[in-house]
């Protein structure tokens, strides 16, 4: 085990900033591998995620849409209720491993809807059918409410959204390509490769499975702790040390301290002096798209953010969450984009002080690369 000092808070974001692919040096070389390596990023903002992405991947969004209607990248619900983009690759033992508890725990809610067993049985084989009888096998949400509606299957709003959560964190469906706005729906089973399932990947070792998910988290978001893994996926602590002990050896992964809690960070080998080779780049003010795995994956935000400016992130404390700038090692204040063609620009909201002139230039720059849908 390699020790290392504490790690201040600039320095921690740093690490994880170099190891999320997100220096032009580091990144992955395509949108597929810029997945793999984060093993899941938030998707439930379309643009947010299409942008994450192309900048850990340096590519544009487009290579990205394009991604994802060749089949290399799907979004689902692979953990915690929340839609996340994946390799296609993975998406099939990861929603194995993770979806079940997420479908367990809206129990209550299928319930008040009057989803029950039979009636979410029902829906998904007409569901199936009616994407077995269209034209590239994909359809989006409201064709499918209308199509249902017409075979006297008729749905609610929120009928319909917790049909497609249950049945996508089931491993039954997913969000494959894109049309427009709109991430289409398409059947698991005819979109990922056979050769991604928990059984085929892992002979159905779901301790081998979730150390391979560990191992991942740690690689492509260390140094964080077993517990912002377990935070993250909702697996259970105790499978996740068993399945540490179990399958990761010291040599995969480097010790990076411990964290105000006294818990161990972990990360991918060598990181330390990648930041010191990178500090000038690490410098300069970067954007970052709205629901960024940089903040969202970690249950302990204060590296990055002071509380009283994550208010300012998710203002109306609902989960949704503002594009944001990143200076040194932490995040000063939100960005949007204003206007559109040729009258867009960039508008920047500091939670404190006002930038510096030459930050505000920086990011003009960036603002110029940046992956716009």
Known sequence: MSEQAPLSFPALSAHRFVAQGLLP???????????????????????????????????????????????????????????????????????????PRSVQGATRRREELELSDARIAQLTEAILELLRDEPGGALTRNELGDRLAERGLPLTSPQRYHTLFTLIASGVLLYGPISGSEHLVVSAADWLPASGSLEARFNGDELAATAEWLRRYLMGHGPATLRDFSWWTKLPLGQIRKAKDAYLTESELEHYGLNGAREELWGPPGLTATVSATEAKLASPRLLPPFDELLLGYQDRSALVHDDHHSKIDVARNGVFKPVVYVKGRLVATWASVGSGKNRRLEVTPFERPLSQRAIAALAREFARYPHR
């Not at 995620?49 to 089949?71: C, K, P």
């Open 25 to 99: 040096a580091e990144a992955a070389t395509s949108p597929q591998e810029a997945a793999e390596l984060l093993s899941c990023a938030q998707g439930q903002h379309l643009g947010g995620v299409i942008a994450a992405l192309a900048l850990r991947s340096g590519t544009t969004a487009a290579e990205v849409v394009d991604a994802f209607n060749a089949g290399a990248l799907v979004r689902g619900y692979p953990m915690r209720g929340t839609v996340f983009a994946m390799s296609a690759n993975d998406a099939g033992w990861l929603t194995s491993l993770g979806g």
